[in-house]
């Protein structure tokens, strides 16, 4: 039962991605700022302006690898997971609790790649490449 909740979670988290993407889309500020991969792995994937999303479920973060533009972008993080985790950039300069269930934003200031962990559980690892 508890996997199976889980994956509901989960399941709920990537929908109100998908949806946040799909909003954001939507519509054109003109301004053409920054742009993020929202880690479909391809290039051809969907982007959002200057914010990402990470999820976390079953001690993984989903993508593991996200591409960001250089500069400010904000990441929201799910944490689908019955236990507190955190986002931790390796350089210690984004360190944010997200407990169980919840979501947190951050803003990362990057100007080249650096990767990402779970300080609580540390084989949860990923990297934020910049383009």
């Known amino acids: 039962m508890r996997k199976s909740h889980t994956r509901l979670a989960w399941l709920s988290a990537a929908i109100l991605s998908l949806t946040l993407a ?9 301004g053409g700022g920054d742009v993020v991969d929202t880690g479909t792995g391809d290039t051809g994937g969907e982007v959002v302006p200057g914010s990402a999303v990470i999820g976390i479920a079953d001690l993984t973060f989903e993508p593991t690898t996200l591409t960001v533009a ?5 990441i929201t993080i799910t ?4 236990v507190d985790h955190t986002f931790t950039l390796d350089d210690m300069s984004v360190d944010e609790t997200i407990a169980a269930g919840q979501s947190a934003t951050v803003t990362v200031e990057l100007t080249e790649s650096s990767g990402f962990h779970c300080e609580i559980h540390t084989s949860m690892t990923g990297t934020l490449q910049v383009a």
Request: negative net charge; hydrophobic residues 30%; aromatic residues 0%.
């Open 79 to 82: 944490n689908a997971d019955a």
């Open 22 to 30: 799909a909003a954001a889309c939507s519509s054109d500020d003109g």
């Open 70 to 74: 250089s500069g400010s972008t904000d």
